[in-house]
């Protein structure tokens, strides 16, 4: 969420309305000194260990050649950017988050985002509910009943990355079209009769595959890959 879809926002006396950040084009927010920019809302992203997670982008914005700044994270330095290397993505924590892109001492662009989360013991705002899924045995099924997808973790030589991956396959339970994902990615279509499973290869840390039948409905499912899982 950007700060400027906050309704407080409009009630802020004229000062605090000059500190706040701006909106630039689409997908971006200048600070306040004019000289940094984040995104404009967070997305969901793959972490390289913690797997889908929230994130955003921030930095400098427009920078001379010899600009730079510390990228901030509630307070703490994750990050430097320069002319070179303008930007750099920021993971947010649970809850509100104020990202900064510090240019001194005294300038100091903030910018706020809320990735709460919704239902209880969810591990970040990216993961979906699935509790409603039911578990039969070495395979869960959702609550759609269109497809299932196989519990334990394999393990296989995946072509695309050239290196043994975890893996689970995905079924179609009837002949469902299901447009198939992973991580926010398209992977496949199945149509329970000349398509009827994939393989879903899965990143270390956690990861979400749905399977969506049009608008109709979208299947959900969450597996949680530990560093190592196939060497």
């Known amino acids: 969420m950007s700060v400027l879809s906050s309704p407080w926002l409009r009630r802020l ?62 307070g703490q330095r994750v990050a430097t950017v320069d002319a070179i290397t303008p930007s750099a993505p920021v993971w947010l924590a649970n809850g509100l988050n104020s990202v900064g892109v510090k240019l001194s001492k005294k300038a100091n662009d903030t910018f706020g985002f809320d990735a709460a989360l919704t239902w209880p013991n969810q ?24 497809s299932s997808a196989v519990v334990p973790l394999g393990c296989a030589f995946n072509p695309a990355t050239g290196r043994n991956q975890a893996f689970v396959n995905l079924f179609d339970n009837g002949t469902w079209l ?22 879903v290869y899965l990143a270390t840390g956690l990861n979400v595959i749905t399977a969506a039948n049009g608008t109709l409905s979208v299947d959900a499912y969450v597996r949680d890959v530990p560093a190592g899982q196939c060497p």
């Open 13 to 74: 006396p004229l000062a605090a309305l000059l500190a706040a950040p701006l909106l630039a084009s689409a997908g971006i927010q200048i600070g306040a000194s004019g000289k940094t920019f984040a995104s404009d809302a967070w997305a969901c992203a793959l972490h390289p260990t913690r797997g889908y997670a929230p994130r955003v982008e921030a930095g400098l914005y427009q920078p001379a050649p010899t600009a730079n700044a510390k990228v901030l994270l509630n």
């Open 123 to 146: 591990p970040n705002a990216c993961i979906p509910d699935t509790r409603a899924n039911t578990v039969a045995g070495d395979l869960e099924t959702a609550v759609s009943g269109k």
């Open 178 to 199: 299901l447009n198939v994902s992973v991580n926010g990615v398209p992977l496949t279509q199945l149509n329970g009769t000349t398509r009827r499973s994939v393989p």
